[in-house]
């Protein structure tokens, strides 16, 4: 069964930087094809697709957070770590990790339950 | 602002037809990338509804069907229950973005 399951922060102070862990089972990320992904949604608003980590490591961003954005990836631990740098009330969201494989035309198959989190001094 | 474009609202009685559109460009949709179809049930996270050439997912009812041309997409529920009430996404790759694009998203409301 695949799983994946989102953790960090449920508030942060506008300008901190933000750190998501996304923790994963039921595949590998060294897996040819797998990849994970953030997606975000504020409330009441449509998803925005954040960033994508592939199983080799490549790296791929949003354009207009590419600034603010990191992804990373700790294979031996099953997880996918997503900084966001300067952190202001309109990034309150939901923010979701998904996986898509290039398999499966890069639809987001299975999705974390989702973290929220406040930009709030 | 989406990049791809949906109604805001459909609504339908129970056993009718409803249909979502989802509308591109040429560096999306109509570029042939895939598009594909979320559900998110009142809140809940989304999950895959719809994907590629209008694939369903095990479990999800034949009810849900998917099209594409040009550079719009659809998405047709038949026999519409009370429990297809949700916000439903489109989504597909824009290679002038070079990253993943979601629709404004529509919300179907079962009369």
């Known amino acids: 069964q695949v799983t994946l399951k989102e953790s960090g922060p449920a508030l942060v102070k506008p300008t901190q930087t933000l750190t998501l862990t996304c923790t994963f089972s039921?595949?590998?990320?060294?897996?040819?094809?797998?990849?994970v992904n953030w997606i975000r949604q504020p409330p009441g608003k449509a998803l925005e697709w954040l960033a994508r980590?592939?199983?080799?490591?490549?790296?791929f961003y949003s354009t207009s957070l590419k600034t603010r954005l990191t992804i990373s990836k700790d294979t031996s631990k099953n997880q996918v770590v997503l900084t966001m740098t300067n952190m202001d009330p309109v990034d309150t969201a939901t923010y979701y990790c998904?996986?898509?494989?290039?398999?499966?035309?890069?639809?987001?198959?299975?999705w974390g339950q989702g973290t929220m989190v406040t930009v709030s001094s | 602002q989406s990049v791809l474009t949906q109604p805001p609202s459909v609504s339908g009685a129970p056993g009718q037809r409803v249909t979502i559109s989802c509308t591109g460009s040429?560096?999306?949709?109509?570029?042939?990338?895939?598009v594909h179809w979320y559900q998110q049930l009142p809140g809940t996270t989304p999950h895959l509804l719809l994907y590629?050439?209008?694939d369903r997912p095990s479990g999800v009812p034949d009810r849900f069907s998917g099209s594409q041309s040009g550079t719009s997409a659809s998405l047709a529920i038949t026999g519409l229950q009370a429990e297809d009430e949700a916000d439903y996404y489109c989504?597909?790759?824009?290679?002038?973005?070079?990253?993943?694009?979601f629709g404004s998203g529509t919300k179907v409301t079962v009369l």
């Open positions: 998904a996986r898509c494989k290039v398999a499966g035309g890069d639809a987001f198959d299975i």
């Open positions: 039921g595949f590998s990320l060294s897996t040819s094809g797998m990849r």
């Open positions: 980590i592939d199983w080799d490591d490549d790296t």
């Open positions: 040429s560096s999306n949709i109509g570029a042939y990338y895939d």
């Open positions: 590629g050439n209008g």
């Open positions: 989504q597909s790759y824009d290679s002038s973005l070079s990253g993943y694009v």
